[in-house]
């Protein structure tokens, strides 16, 4: 073990005594070495006491700052913040989700009346090319006259919608104003749990050292089968594709 | 041409939907995961398969490797259409008998090109 963990203060009384001990044996003063040695307990229980009283407050006080339940009907009642961010969370999915398939109506609305106003636009190109190199008789010409009427007042009327259609899908956008908001807030509450949860694992670190406890931790291995969701940071890593050309590629190293 | 797509979001399955609607591919049923698209799939005569890997239930892959076991569907197309982006995965997606592999997010020019590959080499 080269890492040398700090053991602050108590450590220091602690090698302290060991040399007053080592002097004490060395010299023959047996009554003294036993005077330490008690004195050693002594440091040892009340930095034990210390750090597992630290750890105890600092786990209420986690407790209290999120709000969990601590038993009392009222307190029960009373959502944990962790609850609430869980329900916040909940509605960025609602929010996103409706204005998804509202931008979706919008567009599945619009897409027939684009194709419409095309197919109506090629017919009457290819009538009115006909017209101008006059290969129309006079009664086609009188339909031309009339479509080309009517024509005008569908593309303004198809405009219109089309146009009352795009506004209302850039409303829709609204939602990234809420749940960004609301996913700050998350984020913020997020951090705040890592660091109080980091700052209990360093306490019960310390507790640990004291009492010479040592916990095998088992590395978990990733099922690479189970879906893990998209990857946020792509850059610099190689075991993640960061674009189709590269999955492109890699099969096509695979033979596909 | 009977399509089935499987997603467990609704707004994946419309786009896609909506998508293979505008490449001429109008006929399409939806299931929102491996279990709910392995029934439907047995019964229903699908002539393609497009599915997204992470779903709760059964999940894409755990569904590809199940058409593939199974004598009636194993010569069936798959696009997998997913977030999934890791290598290991994309060569596990291969080795399980993917016919094409998208990754979210992609465009309608992307879908269109891995369908036209998949049919072309199925031709």
Known sequence: MDKKPDYGEQEERLSEQASTLMEHVSKGNYAEAMKVISELNETRDRTLYQEVGKLTRSLHEAIRKFEIDIGTAEQREEMSKIADASDRLGYVVDMTNKAANRTMDLVEESMPLAVEIRNEATELKEAWGRLRRREMDPSEFRELYKRIDKFFLELSKNSDTVYGNLSEILLAQDFQDLTGQVIQKVTTLVREVEENLVNLVSMAGKVDRMTGIQHELKAEQEDILKGQGPQIQTEGRSDVVSSQDDVDDLLSSLGF | ?123
């Not at chain 2, 755990?62 to 593939?68: I, K």
């Open chain 2, 1 to 123: 041409m009977k399509i089935l797509v499987v997603d467990d979001f609704s707004t994946m399955r419309r786009i896609i939907k909506n998508l293979l609607r505008d490449l001429g591919f109008t006929n399409t049923e939806e299931a929102d995961d491996g279990q709910t698209a392995l029934p439907m799939l047995k019964t229903g005569k699908f002539d393609f398969l497009v599915t997204d890997w992470n779903m709760p239930g059964m999940t894409g892959i755990e569904l590809l490797q199940a058409v593939r076991a199974d004598e009636s569907l194993k010569n069936l197309p798959v696009l997998m259409v997913t977030a999934e982006a890791k290598r290991d995965q994309i060569v596990a997606a291969a080795q399980a008998g993917v016919n094409g592999y998208v990754v979210k997010p992609f465009t309608a020019a992307v879908l269109k090109e891995k369908i036209e590959k998949i049919f072309e080499r199925i031709d």
